[in-house]
């Protein structure tokens, strides 16, 4: 390369193959064009290479993050059932002391008034004392107008999970119900240990107290006023009935004394326990009946069989509790629901 003046520069390129030697004049102001050029492109290249890193290194944290989200959703998902599962069991033992309680308690007249907790009738509604056999709908009808069963969660077909409000998955909310749980947890511990010491006391009472379901099946009808569809009046309905298959076993629900054995109008096959402190239970519609008057029976053992006998519209049980002769809710004293 040569200078031949201030505003020009000459540069001579020779190939090493053919030896031959070319020359290149540019200008000043050309070359710093060139340097110039080569500069910013050198920058660019630098610039978009740091901000292509950045984005990697980014994307990385990012994929990192989302792992560590989706493994603390699912340790959320893991500790809100939980939580869910300790809700359902406080409220179950919940129930299950308030019906000790209940049952277990010497006073009648306290009793009476407490189990009694059928459906009252509308302000003003006729009402029937009780619903004659006769004119009871027929079963079916009777399941779709009784809510046996509570409704069903919303079940997320796409996570198979159930679905859970938005509000309860936050991490305040879940941190609220542990706390709140584990407070309940304590009032019921003490609850139940009070409980127990009562019933230690009371342990012949429980033993002639009803407290399970004495057939197999499903509950058609509950107690309490219902609108009777022949005369349009509130009927009261002084038990449950429990629909089973004809001659699936009828139990005693307590230890007591069988002190009706046979055939009554309404009822048909009738048998009836006296368990003492002024409790008595029914069992109405048989199709067998397996004891006599004067029995002693325990709790479980088979005192009947299903049927279809009086009036009745289908074969099922009809289950009474009656305190000192007042009807009461059976489902009160049924431990196992």
């Not at 069992?283 to 009086?310: C, E, L, M, P, R």
């Amino acid at each position: 390369m040569s200078t031949t003046d201030k505003k020009r520069m000459t540069f001579f390129v020779v190939s090493n193959q053919t030896g031959q030697t070319r020359k290149i004049v540019i200008s000043t102001a050309q070359l710093k064009v060139i340097l110039f050029t080569i500069s910013v492109c050198v920058l660019i290249f630098v610039t978009g290479f740091i901000d292509y890193m950045g984005l990697l290194l980014q994307s990385m944290e990012n994929k990192k993050l989302k792992a560590e989200n989706a493994s603390l959703i699912k340790q959320f998902q893991v500790v809100d059932g939980k939580v869910s599962s300790l809700e359902n069991s406080l409220e179950r033992v919940k129930s299950f002391t308030t019906k000790l309680k209940l049952i277990t308690n010497v006073d009648a007249e306290d009793r009476i008034l407490k189990l009694t907790m059928g459906n009252k009738p509308a302000p003003g509604q006729p009402i029937e004392e009780y619903e004659p056999m006769d004119q009871r709908p027929p079963s079916e009808d009777l399941v779709g107008q009784d809510q046996v069963f509570n409704p069903k969660p919303v079940v997320n077909e796409a996570r198979t999970e159930v679905a859970v409000e938005k509000s309860d998955r936050d991490y305040a909310s879940l941190v609220i119900r542990i706390d709140k749980a584990v407070k309940e947890t304590q009032l019921k511990e003490q609850s139940v240990i009070e409980l127990w010491e009562s019933l230690s006391e009371r342990q012949s009472l429980l033993n002639a107290t009803p407290n399970i379901r004495p057939a197999k099946g499903w509950i058609t009808s509950r107690f309490g006023y219902r609108q009777n569809p022949f005369t349009g009046k509130a009927t009261m309905h002084a038990g449950i009935d429990v629909a089973a298959a004809p001659g699936s076993p009828v139990y005693a629900p307590a230890d007591g004394i069988v002190v009706f054995a046979s055939y009554d109008e309404g009822y048909g096959k009738l048998v009836s326990i006296d368990h003492g402190y002024g409790v008595s239970t029914r069992f109405g519609h048989n199709s067998q009946i397996y004891v006599h008057v004067g029995q002693k029976v325990s709790k479980w053992d088979v005192i009947a069989a299903v049927g279809n006998t009086g009036r009745s519209t289908g074969p099922h049980l009809h289950y009474e509790v009656r305190i000192n002769g007042t009807p009461v809710d059976p489902s009160n004293f049924i431990l196992d629901e």
